[in-house]
């Protein structure tokens, strides 16, 4: 059994040896769900305080029996990761993005365990994860274990909120007003959600102008490669569509004619055979492959900014040497 002595030196020891494990964490989560071409809100990622950890170390069952009596091992969440999404539809894809890449140890839908008590309140999808070979970003986090919440903007405002409030009221319970009055709010964001998911699955990409010497911005890209190849590929995130712009102004695609030019049937499926992708990639990904496969090297040195990027960029084209 670890004693709250030992949980700390693991602690420590594992804070120590990765002071980037934020980061870390972060880039690799979101490349898993950029590389499925899946559209999300923002991924964000906490190591948890030593405090927290003690804290939910000592907590016991009604016998008195300790609820973790091998906290360093029982307890997941020391590294907590946090994605939301604009509408419900989105979690499924999510969740089977994360599987592809990391193990899954435990998967509970908070929101459907809500609707079966009866009631509303903290909707949520959780996991459990360890880190395995299939993540090579993570290779330095081999074996460990980290929750994921995953929640729509709505269910994450509601659940920040009430949690404030809560948290402010460390004796006691609420008052009966207050807790029909989260209740209430629970009910009305559950609706906002099936709304919000209705209106995801009517969308249809808008026409846009067909002058093709038209030239685009990081606000059109989306319309234009739609207007180009339909609903084949899929939409990626919004926030992701300015750097697409400036990987394309560095090989000087401009306009909406030379982006048609690149994004052909034939190169699409060129460089889908060659890399093989485990996922539909999308917009912004398709694009960056296209381009590597056209320019090679060039691309490499006018747009990898960062190490990460440079190794992954290197790795595909070697499979993409000659496709283009």
């Known amino acids: 059994?670890?004693?709250?002595?030992?949980?700390?030196?693991?602690?420590?020891?594992?804070?120590a040896a990765h002071p980037?494990?934020?980061?870390?964490?972060?880039?690799?989560?979101?490349?898993?769900?950029?590389?499925?071409?899946?559209?999300?809100?923002?991924?964000?990622?906490?190591?948890?305080?030593?405090?927290?950890?003690?804290?939910?170390?000592?907590?016991?069952r009604a016998d008195g029996q300790l609820l973790y009596p091998d906290p360093w091992n029982d307890i997941h969440d020391v590294v907590g990761v946090r994605i939301t999404t604009y509408h419900s539809t989105e979690i499924p894809q999510i969740i089977d993005a994360l599987q592809d890449e990391f193990e899954v140890l435990r998967s509970v839908d908070k929101a459907a365990q809500t609707r079966v008590s009866g009631s509303f309140g903290?909707?949520?999808?959780?996991?459990?994860?360890?880190?395995?070979?299939?993540?090579?970003?993570?290779?330095?986090?081999?074996?460990?274990?980290?929750?994921?919440?995953?929640?729509?903007?709505?269910?994450?405002?509601?659940?920040?909120?009430?949690?404030?409030i809560r948290y402010k009221r460390r004796e006691g319970t609420l008052p009966p007003e207050v807790d029909r009055a989260f209740t209430l709010a629970a009910g009305l964001i559950e609706l906002a959600d099936q709304q919000f998911d209705q209106i995801a699955a009517l969308e249809e990409p808008n026409a846009l102008s067909t002058d093709l010497d038209v030239e685009f911005s990081a606000e059109t890209l989306p319309g234009i490669i739609a207007m180009i190849q339909g609903n084949?590929?899929?939409?990626?995130?919004?926030?992701?569509?300015?750097?697409?712009?400036?990987?394309?102004?560095?090989?000087?695609?401009?306009?909406?004619?030379?982006?048609?030019?690149?994004?052909?049937?034939?190169?699409?499926?060129?460089?889908?055979?060659?890399l093989r992708y485990r996922f539909q990639p999308g917009q912004v990904r398709i694009l960056d492959d296209l381009l590597l496969a056209k320019f090679g090297e060039q691309h490499i040195e006018r747009t990898?900014?960062?190490?990460?990027?440079?190794?992954?960029?290197?790795?595909?084209?070697?499979?993409?040497k000659g496709v283009l």
Not at 24 to 35: Q, S, Y
Request: a positive charge; hydrophobic letters at 40%.
């Open 232 to 274: 084949r590929i899929p939409q990626s995130r919004i926030s992701s569509y300015q750097w697409l712009e400036e990987l394309l102004h560095a090989h000087g695609i401009r306009t909406a004619g030379q982006l048609k030019d690149l994004l052909t049937d034939r190169n699409i499926e060129k460089v889908r055979r060659a």
């Open 1 to 15: 059994m670890s004693t709250l002595s030992d949980l700390h030196n693991r602690y420590q020891e594992f804070v």
């Open 304 to 320: 990898a900014t960062t190490g990460k990027r440079e190794q992954r960029l290197r790795s595909n084209l070697e499979a993409l």
């Open 20 to 60: 980037s494990a934020v980061m870390d964490f972060a880039d690799a989560v979101e490349d898993v769900l950029n590389d499925a071409g899946l559209a999300f809100d923002q991924v964000s990622v906490r190591i948890k305080q030593w405090r927290s950890l003690r804290a939910k170390a000592k907590k016991k």
């Open 122 to 164: 903290y909707g949520s999808h959780h996991l459990i994860l360890r880190v395995d070979a299939r993540a090579a970003s993570l290779a330095a986090y081999e074996g460990v274990e980290f929750e994921v919440q995953i929640r729509t903007v709505l269910q994450h405002a509601w659940a920040e909120f009430e949690h404030d």
